[in-house]
T-cell receptor, first 113, second 114 residues
Framework: DAKTTQPPSMDCAEGRAANLPCNHS???????VYWYRQIHSQGPQYIIH???NNETNEMASLIITEDRKSSTLILPHATLRDTAVYYC??????????????FGKGTLLTVNP | GAVVSQHPSWVICKSGTSVKIECRSL??????MFWYRQFPKQSLMLMATSNEGSKATYEQGVEKDKFLINHASLTLSTLTVTSAHPEDSSFYIC??????????FGQGTRLTVV
């Protein structure tokens, strides 16, 4: 199972872009990179996922390096409500179409006014 | 995104009693559901994986007789904490998923055993 490494915490000014890095150097070819975030005392919220191409949706952009060993989640204009713990997860294929999501410690992003 | 409803959002129970937590996927059919627990200031810890119609697969160290998981349909899974004790107090979170759309999480259940 590929593991991920994230910085424990980051700060960002409101209105600026937040760039959250993630290392997944042991990722295998059929594993996706998923990003979730968790605001205090709530369930995790899906943000975005990708395999090898860069992805963008209404919440964020995901940049995956060509060798797929790392990725960056970009929140283009961070707001105070984006303060949360962000988790980078590599999807583990535990057989067939089944898989499980195992969480690391994540990055606590604090957006400051 | 897909909606997963978890109920109750919080519960207080007496030591020795059992508590059932429900997890429903409201607008999609979930082939797989996951159950997690989370202690304060810690990450989510996977407890078990359940597939519709089959027995749950428990992670190492999780007592299957204490944490009963039922996944009777593609939209409903339940977690029953049997003979709860204060050390079982935690934040329990479910996730419903398919291979196509990924995994979505419930709001979580705060269990307090007194």
């Amino acid at each position: 199972d590929a593991k991920t490494t994230q910085p424990p915490s980051m700060d960002c000014a409101e209105g600026r872009a937040a760039n959250l890095p993630c290392n997944h150097s042991t990722i295998s070819g059929n594993e996706y990179v998923y990003w979730y975030r968790q605001i205090h005392s709530q369930g995790p919220q899906y943000i975005i996922h990708g395999l090898k191409n860069n992805e963008t949706n209404e919440m964020a952009s995901l940049i995956i390096t060509e060798d797929r060993k790392s990725s960056t989640l970009i929140l283009p204009h961070a707001t105070l409500r984006d303060t949360a713990v962000y988790y980078c997860i590599v999807r583990i294929n535990s057989g067939g179409s089944n898989y499980k999501l195992t969480f690391g410690k994540g990055t606590l992003l604090t957006v400051n006014p | 995104g897909a909606v997963v409803s978890q109920h109750p959002s919080w519960v207080i129970c007496k030591s020795g009693t059992s508590v059932k937590i429900e997890c429903r996927s409201l607008d999609f059919q979930a082939t797989t559901m996951f159950w997690y627990r989370q202690f304060p200031k810690q990450s989510l810890m996977l407890m078990a994986t359940s597939n519709e119609g089959s027995k749950a697969t428990y992670e190492q160290g999780v007592e299957k007789d204490k944490f009963l998981i039922n996944h009777a349909s593609l939209t409903l899974s339940t977690l029953t904490v049997t003979s709860a004790h204060p050390e079982d107090s935690s934040f329990y979170i479910c996730s419903a998923s398919t291979a196509v759309i990924g995994a979505f999480f419930g709001q979580g259940t705060r269990l307090t055993v007194v």
